[in-house]
């Protein structure tokens, strides 16, 4: 078992970031198994934070609230 973590300083275009994560998670195109992910991101068009979590093959991303 590793540990992968990543960090990036831009926004990241929303659509492109789970369109990558679903590659990774169901269609296992780069021979990972993912047990757990979490993440808070920055959103290009957003002043809202997002986060992500997701276990297994359930993935969960959605818009933080203000406060």
């Known amino acids: 078992m590793q ?3 990543i960090s990036e300083q831009r ?3 929303l659509e492109k970031f789970r369109s990558w994560l679903e590659e990774i998670l169901w ?4 021979g990972m198994d993912v047990y757990r992910c ?3 991101l920055r959103v ?3 002043d809202q934070l997002h986060t992500l979590q997701a276990v297994r093959e359930t993935m969960r991303l959605f818009q933080l609230g203000n406060g």
């Open 3 to 5: 540990t992968l973590s």
């Open 11 to 13: 926004h990241v275009d």
């Open 27 to 30: 269609e296992k195109k780069y």
């Open 38 to 40: 979490t993440g808070i």
């Open 44 to 46: 290009e068009k957003s």
